[in-house]
T-cell receptor
Framework: DAKTTQPTSMDCAEGRAANLPCNHS???????VYWYRQIHSQGPQYIIH???NNETNEMASLIITEDRKSSTLILPHATLRDTAVYYC????????????FGQGTTLQVKP | GAVVSQHPSWVICKSGTSVKIECRSL??????MFWYRQFPKQSLMLMAT?????????EQGVEKDKFLINHASLTLSTLTVTSAHPEDSSFYIC???????????????FGNGTRLTVT
């Protein structure tokens, strides 16, 4: 599966949109982009995933560039409870669908 | 939504004893489950893939005789840490998916983890 690169940390003001970038320049055509987050001492929580089209659900929006080499997770109105480590993961249809976690981005939402 | 339950949420054991951790998919059947380990301030590390009715597949560097995995049914996988030592103290997390279908693989859903402390 392709490797991803994320900033180590980001800050965001409460109520503002949080935009978390991810680079995945070696992504293959059949690989999906997944986003998870982990709040301290809990298991990771699924947020959203996509292949090439932009996706939106009740938690977030995922914007994937046309060449699919990067993506952005958008939390439209960040709250203090969104403070967490956010992981961008590329997942292929092979390897039984396992997820390999990188270091992620620590998002700190500030009042 | 899909729910994965892990038990216990925390356990303290003495060095040399064995500890079993259970992972259950509550509202779906999971042919495949995954076990991860996480040390403080580090990311999750995949330990093994648990396949229902067959032997688990371990990642490189993970001792299969130390971390015994059993996936006897479509809703239950267990991880047994045998002869535990203080260096095995960690956060163990399982995950499961409904399986492929729909848009690529269905998302993996994670349990809330088990904090193991070996004294």
């Amino acid at each position: 599966d392709a490797k991803t690169t994320q900033p180590t940390s980001m800050d965001c003001a409460e109520g503002r949109a949080a935009n978390l970038p991810c680079n995945h320049s070696t992504i293959s055509g059949n690989e999906y982009v997944y986003w998870y987050r982990q709040i301290h001492s809990q298991g990771p929580q699924y947020i959203i995933h996509g292949l090439k089209n932009n996706e939106t659900n009740e938690m977030a929006s995922l914007i994937i560039t046309e060449d699919r080499k990067s993506s952005t997770l958008i939390l439209p109105h960040a709250t203090l409870r969104d403070t967490a480590v956010y992981y961008c993961i590329v997942r292929g249809l092979g390897n039984t669908g396992k997820l390999i976690f990188g270091q992620g981005t620590t998002l700190q939402v500030k009042p | 939504g899909a729910v994965v339950s892990q038990h216990p949420s925390w356990v303290i054991c003495k060095s040399g004893t064995s500890v079993k951790i259970e992972c259950r998919s509550l509202d779906f059947q999971a042919t495949t489950m995954f076990w991860y380990r996480q040390f403080p301030k580090q990311s999750l590390m995949l330990m093994a893939t648990s396949n229902e009715g067959s032997k688990a597949t371990y990642e490189q560097g993970v001792e299969k005789d130390k971390f015994l995995i059993n996936h006897a049914s479509l809703t239950l996988s267990t991880l047994t840490v045998t002869s535990a030592h203080p260096e095995d103290s960690s956060f163990y997390i399982c995950s499961a998916s409904r399986g492929s279908g729909g848009q690529g693989y269905s998302p993996l859903h994670f349990g809330n983890g088990t904090r193991l402390t070996v004294t």
